[in-house]
C-alpha cells in the first residue's frame, strides 16, 4: 500500500493558479499510475488528469485541457496538478489516486489508492 497525502489547494480568485502536490510514503511511486479527480459537492467524483508510470504518458479530461498540467518527481515521490486559469466551475475536492502498473485510465473504480483530498474554491 501507498500512503498519499495531498496540498496546496486554497481559494482563488477566477484566472488564477494553484499547484498541487501528492506526497507518497511507503512505496516508491515510480511503478504506480498517478492520477487527479475531483469531486464537487453532491456530484460523482470525476477524472481529471492522469501520468503513466512508464513512459510518463500524460492524459486529461477535456475540460482542462490547456490549462492544467500533471507532472511528477520520482525522487521526491511526489505528483504535482498545476493549475491555471481557474474557472469558478473548477471549485472541488481534489484527490490523488495511485494504482501499481496500471495504464493510464479515468475509471476510479482502477484505482486503489487514495488521498484525503483538499478543497480548490474559484470565486468569481
Known amino acids: 500500500q501507498v500512503h498519499l497525502v495531498e496540498s496546496g489547494g486554497g481559494l482563488v480568485q477566477a484566472g488564477g493558479s494553484l499547484r498541487l502536490s501528492c506526497a507518497a510514503s511507503?512505496?516508491?511511486?515510480?511503478?504506480?499510475?498517478m492520477a487527479w479527480f475531483r469531486q464537487a459537492p453532491g456530484k460523482e467524483r470525476d477524472f481529471v488528469a492522469a501520468i503513466g508510470w512508464s513512459a510518463g504518458f500524460t492524459y486529461y479530461t477535456d475540460s482542462v485541457k490547456g490549462r492544467f498540467t500533471i507532472s511528477r518527481d520520482n525522487a521526491k515521490n511526489t505528483v504535482y496538478l498545476q493549475m491555471n486559469s481557474l474557472k469558478p466551475e473548477d471549485t472541488a475536492v481534489y484527490y490523488c489516486a495511485a494504482q501499481r502498473y496500471l495504464s493510464v485510465d479515468v475509471d476510479r473504480l482502477k484505482y486503489d489508492n487514495w488521498g484525503q483530498g483538499t478543497q480548490v474554491t474559484v470565486s468569481s
Open positions: 511507503g512505496r516508491t511511486l515510480s511503478t504506480y499510475t
